[in-house]
């Protein structure tokens, strides 16, 4: 089940059949969303379902930010929204995506911010994923699409999106309506292009609407348009493409309270912790360096086998992967490598965010979608790169 949301409509999706119910009054008159009445709108149409929020409900950029090692991405990111005047003095939750490396120097970054007061009243709903409108929009023109560019109108949030290689390289929200299908919206659409640096006609351009399509605007710079009603979106909710989530998670213990109250809490759960770990700690050493060991020699045997392997001169030759994974930061490790004519495939994990992007980059290949875990404290960025031999060095 989809709930979809905008500033007059809510749609409703499930199993191919669609359901609009008008709804007015979300927005007060300085235009500032009220999500208790969204909340209470949405709770008469459905609950446990999939949630998406449109442009007057959550914040969504592409910016570009700086990826230097160490550096706090997080934090950036919820600083970065806290200018928006959308949200201003909102104690906000936030999500992000990497979309791929700028350069050497920085990193381009998909991100969407809510306030927090109305992330707990959607919580009400116990909603499977909550996010900004266009994102699943984007997922299933990324599925269904042959092209290597890509350019995705929809007119639910009146956004465009341009892909390319699969990787998102520009996004923004028109300023005239996506449905109008006037020559003034096909020059705002080509400026749009020329801003995220495609002058080329499109491969593909897919114009998507609830519940009906965009109208196709004239002389529109695409080799082939597809203009559809996607009634089956809750095929596309985790398919590859950028995947970012505004559901409120659980909070640490105390993290309501008062400062003081906080620290106290800290510190006697410090003192605690400390009786444990003394009877812990070599153990934990022990298991996490013998770890290491297999991983490295594991690593090891991969690239060695890869080097006595026949490579096509046009390939990825074993020098070239053994001199890059020599470079490879210290953040980064492998634990899967599939070599054969033509392709070489790589996974692994990494503790830096940048690490695979910048490996990817360095071999002339393509990242896949970085997944995000935690184990034993510490942030892991489980991560696939891929080269083909028309990518290869």
């Known amino acids: 089940m989809l709930l979809l949301t905008t500033r007059h409509r809510l749609f409703y999706l499930y199993k ?3 359901e609009a119910y008008s709804a007015e009054g979300l927005l007060d008159s300085e235009g500032r969303p009220s999500y208790q009445r969204l909340q209470q709108a949405l709770e008469k149409v459905g609950r446990n379902g999939y949630l998406g ?14 990826n230097p090692q160490g550096f706090s991405l997080k934090e950036a990111v919820l600083a970065e929204a806290e200018r928006s005047p959308l949200f201003a003095g909102e104690e906000l939750v936030t999500d992000y995506f990497l979309t791929g490396p700028e350069d050497e120097h920085r990193m381009q970054v998909l991100y969407t911010s809510m306030p927090k007061k109305g992330a707990a009243l959607l919580g009400r709903l116990r909603p499977r994923r909550v996010e900004p409108l266009p994102l ?21 949030t009146h956004s465009i999106a341009l892909f390319a290689g699969g990787s998102l390289r520009g996004f923004r929200y028109l300023t005239l309506p996506a449905d109008e ?9 080509t400026r749009s292009l020329a801003l995220f640096g495609q002058t080329a006609p499109v491969d593909e351009a897919w114009l998507l ?76 050493k022990a298991e996490q360096e013998g770890r290491r060991v297999r991983v490295l020699r594991q690593e090891a045997e991969l690239l060695r086998q890869q080097a006595f392997q026949p490579v096509s001169p046009q390939g990825l030759g074993p020098e070239e992967v053994l001199k890059v994974a020599a470079e490879r930061p210290n953040t980064l490790w492998l634990t899967r490598l599939e070599a054969e004519k033509g392709r ?50």
Do not use: M
């Open 16 to 18: 191919g059949r669609l």
């Open 136 to 156: 699943i929009l984007w997922r299933y023109a990324l599925a269904r699409s042959k092209g290597d560019s890509l350019l995705v109108v929809e007119n639910l």
């Open 209 to 284: 609407g609830l519940p009906e399509p965009p109208r196709l605007p004239p002389e529109l710079s695409a080799k082939r348009v597809e203009q559809a009603v996607p009634l089956n979106l809750e095929a596309f909710l985790t398919t590859p493409g950028p995947l970012l989530d505004l559901r409120l998670r659980r909070q640490p213990l105390g993290n309501e309270l008062p400062k003081e109250a906080q620290l106290s809490i800290f510190l006697a759960s410090f003192l605690f912790s400390l009786g444990l770990l003394g009877s812990v700690f070599l153990n934990q």
């Open 53 to 66: 929020l449109g442009s007057e409900f959550a914040l969504l950029r592409l910016q570009s930010f700086p």
């Open 344 to 393: 070489l495939f790589l996974e692994g994990n990494a503790l830096d965010p940048y690490a695979p992007l910048l490996l990817a980059q360095k071999l002339g290949g393509k990242v896949g979608p970085l997944q995000r875990s935690t184990l034993e404290g510490k942030t892991i960025y489980t991560w696939e790169v891929e080269v083909v031999q028309t990518q290869a060095r």
């Open 181 to 189: 299908g006037t020559l003034e919206l096909t020059e705002e659409i």
